[in-house]
């Protein structure tokens, strides 16, 4: 039994990072967040900070991994400082207060926390990174350089410009609840400057941003077991209506954020589930034209052979064909061989002829997610 259970939990996290994981909770990891804080640039120094607003939409893939649009603005400002900027008319220093521009950032998210807690930790902590664009008018374009004195020669201009640019940074997260959650967060950015050929770093302006983010995930985080339970039944492992009731049934226990659960408990939570406490179902998929066990078939049976023989119930071993290619005859004969493909290797690991009865449906129309490749299966069930 602990080799089984090793061997499950060992799939399951092996899962947790197949993207296709997330079939059974679309729109769980999808989050919205709008904050605020202080944005500066830095231009011999950090200039007077500015305020900034951003508001975000993003998803994780998996736990670990994750993408989001941010947008944010409105204000920066460059001092007076010697050097910082020019004014063409009197050759001196002068500030640009309040400069109105707007920007986008595109970031690729790997959450830390995730990385080592075996659940929802209380605490986030991710780094983020990506492109960044932003949009204002010129606001100031070089006539020429004085050499001699290194100072620029500018004159206004109102003409939109959109530069582009790289950003990235930390954020530190306090989860009040499975949905709700704060987040301080740092941003280094590296555009041509907004205030145009005034700057001295016109061409690579550096802009800090600080922020507390409220951050809202829709329907709640489930955490790594629940969403580990969806990779095995994405992977065969499980079907969807058993890590369906497995996460939903641990997510209900654990309303609000839990400590980090020590991995004997989530082996125990796996072995709880393993000994016939699941509804029992599975499916096996074959290549076109197919009818051959594959060894990872074979792996996924030998496991589901185990609750087979303590289950007080006889099961279907139904076959199907892909209705779109092949003949009807040919459909039919190849979805006998499947299903006998399956029957047989059961009765190899000591699954009783008594509890099994065998079905062919021949070609039939999609069964799953209107693919018809997935129409190429054997479906064993509890009756």
């Known amino acids: 039994m602990k080799l089984k259970v090793l061997a499950l939990s060992i799939a399951l996290a092996a899962g ?50 994750g993408v989001r649009g941010v947008i944010g603005g409105p ?19 002068r500030p640009y207060k309040n400069q ?12 830390f926390s995730n990385i080592f807690a075996d659940d929802l930790a209380r605490f986030d902590v991710y780094g983020f990174i990506g492109p960044q664009l932003n949009v204002s008018k010129e606001n100031s374009v070089l006539v020429n350089t004085a050499t001699a004195q290194d100072v620029f020669f500018v004159k206004e201009a109102t003409d939109p410009k959109v530069r582009f640019g790289a950003s990235a940074g930390l954020g530190l997260g306090y989860n009040f609840t499975n949905a709700f959650e704060l987040a301080l967060e740092g941003r280094y950015g590296i555009t041509p400057s907004v205030f145009g050929d005034a700057s001295q770093f016109r061409k690579a302006e550096g802009t800090g941003r600080v922020t507390l983010n409220a951050i809202w995930t829709i329907g ?3 955490g790594k077991f629940a969403r580990a339970a969806a990779a095995a039944a994405a992977a065969g492992y499980l079907s969807k209506e058993a890590a369906d009731a497995l996460a939903r049934e641990y997510a209900n226990k654990h309303p609000k954020i839990v400590e980090k659960v020590v991995e004997k408990e989530v082996i125990k939570e796996v072995e709880k589930y393993i000994n016939n406490e699941i509804p029992a179902s599975t499916a096996v998929f074959f290549d ?9 078939d074979k792996a996924r049976l030998q496991v589901y052979a185990e609750s087979m023989k303590n289950a007080d119930a006889t099961f279907s071993v139904a076959g199907y064909a892909d209705k779109k290619t092949g003949t009807a005859k040919i459909n039919q004969t190849l ?4 299903a006998k493909a399956v029957y047989d290797y ?3 690991l000591g699954i009783p002829a008594s509890k099994m009865e065998t079905s062919a449906h021949g070609g039939v129309d999609p069964i799953f997610f209107n693919n018809d490749v997935l129409s190429r299966t054997v479906i064993i069930k509890a009756k």
Do not use: C
């Open 335 to 338: 979805s006998e061989k499947r």
């Open 75 to 93: 204000f920066e400002t460059l001092d007076a400082v010697q050097g910082n900027a020019f004014d063409m008319t009197t050759n001196n220093p």
């Open 220 to 222: 709640g985080k489930h």
């Open 16 to 65: 947790m990072f197949a993207a296709n994981a997330q079939a059974v909770y679309k729109g769980n990891d999808t989050f919205i967040g709008i904050g605020g804080g202080i944005i500066s640039v830095n231009n011999k120094g950090f200039n007077t900070p500015s305020f900034y607003g951003n508001i975000m939409v993003g998803r994780y893939i998996t736990p670990v991994w």
């Open 288 to 296: 076109i034209n197919k009818a051959t066990l594959t060894q990872k």
């Open 100 to 111: 109105l521009f707007g920007e986008f950032n595109l970031d690729g998210m790997v959450n």
């Open 346 to 348: 059961l009765i190899s």
